[in-house]
């Protein structure tokens, strides 16, 4: 186990405050509230933002990137579009010297105070990738995440309601809610293909809630898998559009009733 190391004086934290320490060459954020002292990794589990630069309230930080809260004396995160506790660490005062002692596993304090499982990681930065596949080629079982086949859009005309219908089809494996509700689509583009009889290439401009969302390539083969199975698609074009990044605001309420946020 890590030993305990003199990270600051009881005087230069204010309550209620906070301040950056290394402790073993790793960056934590040391908080000082109501009396009592908190340590989480100075990392938000969304996308690596820096916590000791958010706003403190009460036993709350939020990340200054995206607005994700954890809770300091847990590590707990609270709210999207973080969904996996950062680490929480041991604290202890003697006289007038705090030190903190590193934890190795993430909320390895006690319960998390949010019970949403994994979240997705990644660096920041943006990206654009596109990704075509033809109707005839795309397997027909969809994976346990993509259930076309009860939708009822599937056996309407295609236009681009009956699209983002089909597409709450597809849901992220990880906060269990559809991609539409989530604020994850950004454009439907239907355009005539030659040759087809009348069907209708597809291409859909999506984003990822971070830009190394381990979940990307599920939420885009089930997305082609989906909208491939309507008798009118002749192909599906999916393009990852980092620009503008997703925020929580982008969800709908019914996304944020699933995920218990308010
Ligand atoms: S990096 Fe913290 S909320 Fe996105």
Redesign the pocket.
Known sequence: MAEFVKVANVSEVPDPGKTLVEVDGEMVALFHVDGQWHAIDDV?T????PLADGELRNHTIS??????KFDIRTGAALTM??IRPTRAHDVKVEGATVFVRLREEPGSAGPAAHALPIQATGT?GSAQVAASVPAAATPGAATASATAAASPAAGQPLCEDAVRELLKDVKDPELFVNIVDLGLIYGVTLSPAADTGGKQHVAIDMTMT?PACPAGPQLIGDTKRVLAAHPEVSAVEVRIVMDPPWTPDRMTEAARDQLGIF
């Open positions: 938000c969304h996308d690596g933002g990340c200054p990137r995206h607005g994700a579009p973080a920041a971070s």
